[in-house]
T-cell receptor, first 115, second 114 residues
Framework: ETGVTQSPTHLIKTRGQQVTLRCSSQ?????VSWYQQALGQGPQFIFQ???????GRGNFPPRFSGLQFPNYSSELNVNALELDDSALYLC??????????????FGPGTRLTVL | AQSVTQLGSHVSVSEGALVLLRCNYS??????LFWYVQYPNQGLQLLLK????ATLVKGINGFEAEFKKSETSFHLTKPSAHMSDAAEYFC???WGFGNEKLTFGTGTRLTIIP
């Protein structure tokens, strides 16, 4: 069984640029959640996608957007990058939305540095 | 607002000693509780989860946690620390059916003293 994978591993961008991060969910999972983990902090929920629809959003501005594809892989897009966007971006997949006992399995993350 | 508090951003224990990492949550809504571990430059790995079954939950690598509703706590313990336990530990809570968001604590960095 393939786990959650993310690409790229590391990324360096400059302020004002746009970035796309990618996530492949674990086999059999149809839900993907994205989190931002700033240095020294716990992960913060950005949003979740279930069957290609947004299924909940955290306190992030609209310049953070996402997509989920028919194969349940997902993208996180961030426009107009700011210095504070520098963080580890984590993707987590789970098997079914609405099941409170469901467990989110995390990928290794993408480290984004904004200069 | 619903929140998760991890007391002690840094904890040091000697190898072979008891590990105790504290987690408290707010809200009277019955939660679903998780502990994750993060090794340097890696993602989060699930240690254990509480899902309203037994209040004492056993996880991987010899860790366990006890859900205490009256204290709104879910502390993580391990009887005997090993050098490989050195990592960052995060408590996370999910509130209610249909609420997919995990709310994390700020983490506890565990250092093992040889």
């Amino acid at each position: 069984e393939t786990g959650v994978t993310q690409s790229p591993t590391h990324l360096i961008k400059t302020r004002g640029q746009q970035v796309t991060l990618r996530c492949s969910s674990q086999s059999g999972h149809n839900t993907v959640s994205w989190y931002q983990q700033a240095l020294g902090q716990g992960p913060q929920f950005i949003f979740q996608y279930y069957r290609e629809e947004e299924n909940g959003r955290g306190n992030f501005p609209p310049r953070f957007s996402g997509l989920q594809f028919p194969n349940y892989s997902s993208e996180l897009n961030v426009n107009a990058l700011e210095l504070d966007d520098s963080a580890l971006y984590l993707c987590a997949s789970s098997s079914q939305a609405g099941e409170s006992t469901d467990t989110q399995y995390f990928g290794p993350g993408t480290r984004l540095t904004v200069l | 607002a619903q929140s998760v508090t991890q007391l002690g951003s840094h904890v040091s224990v000697s190898e072979g000693a008891l590990v105790l990492l504290r987690c408290n949550y707010s809200s009277s809504v019955p939660p679903y509780l998780f502990w994750y571990v993060q090794y340097p430059n890696q993602g989060l790995q699930l240690l254990l989860k509480y899902t309203s079954a037994a209040t004492l939950v056993k996880g991987i690598n010899g860790f366990e946690a006890e859900f205490k509703k009256s204290e709104t706590s879910f502390h993580l313990t391990k009887p005997s620390a090993h050098m490989s336990d050195a990592a960052e530990y995060f408590c996370a809570v999910r509130w209610g059916f249909g609420n997919e968001k995990l709310t994390f604590g700020t983490g506890t960095r565990l250092t093992i003293i040889p």
